[in-house]
T-cell receptor, first 111, second 112 residues
Framework: SQTIHQWPATLVQPVGSPLSLECTVE??????LYWYRQAAGRGLQLLFY??????ISSEVPQNLSASRPQDRQFILSSKKLLLSDSGFYLC??????????FGSGTQLSVL | GQNIDQPTEMTATEGAIVQINCTYQ??????LFWYQQHAGEAPTFLSY????GLEEKGRFSSFLSRSKGYSYLLLKELQMKDSASYLC?????????????FGAGTQVVVTP
């Protein structure tokens, strides 16, 4: 069966520090991969999605970047965090035109 | 893009029924999803509708009317554990890869 792992679960970082969140998927090949962000009390905002290794699409201009170095690995990064980067970050995967399966999420607090 | 509207919060009593409405405005349609999200946790899939009508899964049912751009999620025999946010999501018809656009979610509070 397919599983998705996301870490860390919580993170507290100072403004201006770098960020790296990692997500891996097991039990499937060539998944579509997604990074969403959820601000407190708000809906999910799609940040990045990827349909293959090295193929990244950005939905909104921002202080973050994403990379997909391997088929089942998706990384969210920032060189310098801003206060506005705080939120609940969710990695997800899907097959082609199928439902999303989410990782357990990372609660990021930028102070 | 998609404009997806759902109520912010609803309160209901244990054992009762609650209906969460979702309206969407889009130039096309390629499926609507409902997810449940408990506080601090990841969303979990509840239901998927692509054709008009009612889909029933135990205590949860979801209805779709494509002509009206309208869906609802019906929760029956409410339990305390049903207290959560319920997210309506629409698949972007312009996107062959199936990205989902989410509404802001409806917080359901179940009281004893």
């Amino acid at each position: 069966s397919q599983t998705i792992h996301q870490w860390p679960a919580t993170l507290v970082q100072p403004v201006g520090s770098p960020l790296s969140l990692e997500c891996t998927v097991e039990g499937t090949s060539n998944p579509n991969l997604y990074w969403y962000r959820q601000a407190a009390g708000r809906g999910l905002q799609l940040l990045f999605y990827s349909v293959g290794i090295g193929q990244i699409s950005s939905e909104v201009p921002q202080n973050l970047s994403a990379s997909r170095p391997q088929d089942r690995q998706f990384i969210l990064s920032s060189k310098k965090l801003l206060l506005s980067d705080s939120g609940f970050y969710l990695c997800a995967w899907s097959g082609l035109r199928e439902k999303l399966f989410f990782g357990s999420g990372t609660q990021l607090s930028v102070l | 893009g998609q404009n997806i509207d759902q109520p912010t919060e609803m309160t209901a009593t244990e054992g009762a029924i609650v209906q969460i409405n979702c309206t969407y405005q889009t130039s096309g349609f390629n499926g609507l999803f409902w997810y449940q999200q408990h506080a601090g946790e990841a969303p979990t899939f509840l239901s998927y509708n692509v054709l008009d009508g009612l889909e029933e899964k135990g205590r949860f049912s979801s209805f779709l009317s494509r002509s009206k751009g309208y869906s609802y999620l019906l929760l029956k025999e409410l339990q305390m554990k049903d207290s959560a946010s319920y997210l309506c999501a629409v698949r972007d018809p312009r996107d062959s890869w199936g990205k989902l656009q989410f509404g802001a979610g409806t917080q359901v509070v179940v009281t004893p």
